[in-house]
């Protein structure tokens, strides 16, 4: 036991000389050696990482780099390193970022930076305070108001260019662990003072100012964004009357499953992509579909809300199993749960579910695009000693030409406040309520050949309207239905169709131009040039304008062949 002692004791003395080696590393960062890793990282990108131009030009990183460099001298060190995590940030890829590790197991003493011990959520009905240190119990389950000097709305823009993410799921789901950082917060002007801040919440009807001590960051208290009940820990959910929703139960495992006999549902929550020590994902699927097909299963649900990746080498048995599993693998019995922490290895499971079973997704959409930058390699800037992680390798499990910023749920299911506290999962009762239906354009396909227009702008209308279908792409659908009619040599229907579509997207280049097609295949090229124009004045500078003026010419051309004659 002294011997084991002493060799704990030897390595915080050596740690402790690694931190102090550090520390006096960042104590001697100049200006000018901030400069000169802020060109190390333009040239790295520009050099090595070309592949990181995808959603910014290297002329606008390049610019954002040399206005950096103009103002580091003025900076304080914090401001510095947040302003170069904004740079990384600006390439919108998920997996590139430089962390600034406020909420980590293991911050990097590089950066020191400091937390405020309160966590917010962004709820479908606003900004609160899911979770908080016991000492400001009071403001759990508090709506946020304000943050330091700005309205919350206001304190979410302008920490946003700080954080790192490819949609607006991303940042939903990245952006508090930033509105408890006090550095981040000063640098991009939401507070004034480093160590403390007010936090003005609506609670109870009544406005009350929290104010908030900096400390040191560390550990996670918890898991998936999540916090443990208790351990010096308050969350909003804590004194709920109802049973622990399926989605939290059993967090310290990476999947978890268990049986609704009364709704003959299997519930499957898989939250990594990672082995356990004690059982592969194999063997656990292996589990799960053999439970499936010796018992009475009439649902099956795959929970991956709060998976954020990991190897995706270990999604094959999951996507064989479904493929294999006819009992279960049909529209109407198959669900998959993806939300705002779906991501990396878990996008790409979620694009091979889509791709290859009849799932029916719900809840929120992924905060990933279905096509991306993954993989990443590290640089460690020579002077300052921060890590950098960059994106290098182009995942594509789907169409190339799909350019989705996100898989979107069928049916859009979101959380309010008061289902998180009262533990209540409203995606699950949607799945456990959810009765097959025919499609939109099944419906409208139908009353269009009837000629029954009118029920036709009803439904499409009321479809439109249901908050479940908001992501669902009513417009791609219609305008392809369209297609369908005329491919039929159904011209009246697809031509109502078309007109449908106008009707509910009237600011649509392409709506226009598909409908100055159909007209053109009518042969009233009077409507179709009518409509053509309108496309163009609507993209002006657009592939779809492109289009509409090479029709122009060939139906101008056409009537003056006709006249001729």
């Given amino acids: 036991m002294k011997l084991k002692a002493f060799h704990r004791n030897l390595f915080l003395v050596a740690l402790s000389l690694i931190f102090s080696v550090q520390a006096h590393a960042q104590a001697n960062m100049t200006a000018a050696k901030w400069q000169a890793d802020l060109r190390y990282l333009q040239e790295v990108v520009n050099t090595e990482r070309s592949n990181l131009f995808h959603k910014v030009t290297s002329a606008e990183f390049n610019r954002a780099v040399s206005e950096l460099h103009v103002k580091i001298p003025q900076m304080q060190r914090h401001e510095i390193i947040v302003g170069l995590a904004r740079l990384v940030a600006m390439f919108r890829i998920g997996h590139t970022v430089l962390p600034l590790q406020v909420w980590e197991h293991d911050p990097d003493p590089k950066i020191a930076f400091h937390r405020f011990p309160v966590l917010v959520y962004l709820f479908s009905d606003g900004v609160y305070v899911r979770s908080a240190k016991e000492q ?11 943050l ?102 059993d967090l310290q495992r990476n999947y978890f499953y268990e049986y609704l006999p009364d709704s003959k549902t299997m519930y499957v929550r898989h939250s990594q992509v990672q082995n356990e020590s004690d059982e592969t994902i194999a063997a656990f699927f292996q589990r799960i579909f053999k439970f499936v ?56 499971l979620t694009n091979e579910i889509e791709k290859y079973t009849e799932t029916v997704f719900v809840g929120e959409p992924t905060s990933e695009n279905v096509n991306f930058y993954g993989d990443v390699v590290r640089k460690t800037l020579p002077n300052s000693g921060l890590r950098v992680f960059l994106s290098h390798l182009w995942w594509q499990n789907l169409d190339p ?69 908001r992501f669902d792409n009513v417009e791609d659908k219609i305008n392809r239905l369209g297609y369908d009619l005329m491919n039929e040599s159904n011209l009246d229907a697809a031509l109502e169709a078309f007109r449908l579509n106008v009707e509910l997207y009237p600011n649509s280049a392409n709506c226009y131009d598909s409908l100055a097609e159909c007209y053109w295949k009518r042969g009233d090229l009077s409507a179709a040039i009518q409509h053509y124009e309108k496309a163009i004045t609507l993209d002006t500078n657009g592939s779809v304008a492109a289009n509409s003026e090479q029709m122009l010419k060939q139906i101008r051309a056409q009537a003056q062949s006709a006249n001729k004659k």
């Fill in 136 to 146: 400001y119990r009071e403001a759990v389950g508090g709506r946020v108001v304000r």
């Fill in 148 to 249: 330091g000097k700005l309205p919350i709305d206001q304190a979410l823009e302008a920490v946003r260019p700080v954080v790192h993410y490819e949609n607006e799921q991303g940042f939903k789901s990245e952006v508090p662990y930033f509105l408890g950082c006090p550095e981040v917060l000063h640098a991009t002007g939401v507070i004034d003072d480093l160590k403390r801040a007010p936090l003005v919440i609506e609670k109870d009807g009544k406005e009350q100012t929290v104010w908030l001590q900096a400390e040191e960051g560390g550990l996670f208290p918890g898991m998936y964004g999540i916090v443990n009940l208790g351990e010096g820990w308050v969350d909003a959910r804590q004194f709920a009357n109802a049973p622990t929703p399926l989605w939290l139960k």
């Fill in 293 to 348: 097909d010796e018992n009475e299963v009439e649902k099956f649900v795959l929970d991956l809300r709060l998976n954020s990746g990991g190897n995706n080498y270990l999604n094959r048995p999951i996507i064989v199993g479904l493929i294999q599993a006819g009992k279960i693998n049909q529209s109407g019995r198959l669900f998959t749960i993806i939300g705002r922490r779906t991501f990396s290895a878990a996008q790409n």
């Fill in 401 to 469: 030409r799909d350019t989705r910023e996100w898989t979107s749920p069928q049916i859009a299911v979101d959380m309010t406040v008061d289902d998180y506290r009262n533990n209540r999962d409203p995606v699950m009762e949607a799945i456990l309520h959810y009765t097959p239906q025919p499609s939109l354009t099944e419906r409208l396909k139908a009353l269009f050949i009837k000629g029954n227009a009118p029920e036709a702008r009803k439904q499409a209308f009321s479809y439109r309207a249901d908050p479940h279908n």
